[in-house]
């Protein structure tokens, strides 16, 4: 495999050859490395690059398969972690002044597992298009365009080659907006689904069932293939869950019931969005997935649920204590009334849900632009706070040459189904595409 093959395989592609030895993983590492040098001025996607630690894990990785030993599927293949996800030796800023020089000592719960099935972290990535922090991040396919938010060094340096998978989190969309700019796949599983543990801030699951950690790839493949890897209680983080993860290849999507929807009484999407979200219920309608052009009651609540929610006092900090990071702007019995409103908006959700398999809609109003418009994240909010699975891929291209993507939501614990969606999905419209950098 040329260092282009190298660079462009998915994460599955890449653990075949790696565990067939037809490529070790030093020399998959390398192009990686490579390659993030060649795009990472331009990018500004990676902020701290672990070479040296990176090529001595290949390198034991290629020797543990000599010995017969593979960890997993993914065993030897590169990935890279958001600065919101602790990884051991590695700085964590999560965009905060205050954490300019924490270095942790464990790995998240994710981070930990990927290491543990033989994988090599690259280093991290930027969090937000434009830092204080980390500068300004570029997506590849237009450098004066941004990435989307907040996953956005993640989404810029996969959709670029420099990594093949990586780590992200979502609690209004932040992986599934920046894959939505960038072209890329990302999972929002199904909350509970992958512990939150060494994630900072620090995450009260309790009060916080919005944020979640997830895979971004380029393929639907490297989901999948990530999401056992991932997945499964840790005794740190209480909101996880023993679930059983669905074999998404034996989903017959002959017969699902599907709905899409493309606007709302709380957003109206571009031509581009519209367009390409009508055009993938259509296509799913002809494969002989039942679609019905509907949307759940009250989506119009979900913006100031969430508004409601930022305005509660959190805490904040690396501790156990209670770090309150406001006085806060609302008084118990509006927090009370807050719950109430969000319960209700689950319950009208569920009831929903239960005669769907999935739904289909745009991720934001707008393809990446040079700014991002307000409330671009507004078709994400709804699953956040339901705590739905959703896939994003992408489905078109926008009048100006780019990326526009899909948001597939299924049922809770059926990250099965949303992958297997998003797989003929894929397959009919090309997926991710090579940027011209």
């Known amino acids: 495999m040329t260092s282009t093959d ?9 653990g075949a050859a790696i565990g067939a030895k037809s490529v070790s993983s030093v020399e998959v590492v390398e192009a990686h490395l490579g390659r993030i040098h060649e795009v990472n001025p331009l990018l500004n996607a990676v902020f701290y690059l672990a070479e040296e630690s990176a090529l001595r894990r290949a390198r034991e990785a290629d020797e543990e398969l000599a010995r017969g030993l593979r960890r997993s599927a993914l065993h030897g293949v590169p990935f890279t972690v958001k600065d919101w996800i602790e990884v051991a ?24 597992r990927m290491i543990a099935a033989g994988c090599v972290p690259l280093g991290k990535t930027t969090v937000f298009e434009d830092s204080l922090i980390y500068g300004h991040t570029n997506n590849p396919y237009r450098l004066d365009y941004s990435p989307g938010s907040s996953s956005s060094g993640e989404a810029a340096i996969i959709a670029a080659g420099g990594s093949p998978i990586g780590l992200g989190s979502d609690s209004g969309g932040s992986i599934r907006d920046p894959a939505h700019c960038c072209g890329i796949v990302g999972l929002r599983p199904t909350t509970g689904r992958i512990p939150i543990t060494g994630h900072l801030p620090r995450i009260n699951t309790l009060v916080d069932p919005r944020t979640v950690i997830g895979p971004m790839a380029r393929f639907v493949e490297d989901l999948a293939a990530s999401l056992p890897i991932l997945s499964g209680v840790d005794w740190r983080d209480a909101s996880a869950v023993p679930m059983p993860i669905f074999d998404w290849n034996s989903v017959d999507v002959r017969g699902l019931r599907g709905a899409f929807y493309s606007h709302y009484d709380g957003a109206e999407p571009s031509a581009d969005c519209g367009r390409v979200t009508q055009d993938t219920a259509a296509f799913l309608d002809r494969s002989g997935i039942r679609m019905a052009e ?34 806060g702007r609302m008084t118990g019995i509006e927090v009370e009334r807050h719950l109430f409103e969000w319960d209700r908006f689950r319950r009208t959700m569920a009831a929903f849900m239960e005669n769907v398999d999935f739904l289909v809609t745009p991720v934001a109003e707008f393809p990446a632009g040079k700014h991002s418009p307000e409330g671009c994240i507004s078709y994400c909010l709804a699953f956040s706070l ?20 899909v948001q597939i939501v299924a049922q809770p614990w059926r990250e099965d189904v949303a992958l297997a969606v998003a797989k003929l999905i894929e397959s009919e419209f090309g997926g991710w595409q090579p940027p011209a950098i």
């Open 6 to 14: 190298l660079i462009y395989a998915s994460a599955s592609q890449l």
């Open 89 to 112: 030796g590695m700085p964590c800023i999560a965009n905060d002044e205050r954490y300019r020089n924490h270095v942790p000592a464990e790995d998240a719960t994710a981070v930990e």
């Open 294 to 327: 509907e949307w759940p009651s009250r989506l119009e609540e979900a913006w100031p649920i969430t508004q409601d929610y930022w305005s509660r006092s959190g805490s904040e900090g690396l501790g156990d204590d209670w770090a309150p990071d406001s006085d």
């Open 386 to 405: 339901v705590g739905y699975p959703c896939v994003v891929v992408r489905a078109g291209t926008s009048a100006d040459g780019m990326p526009v993507g």
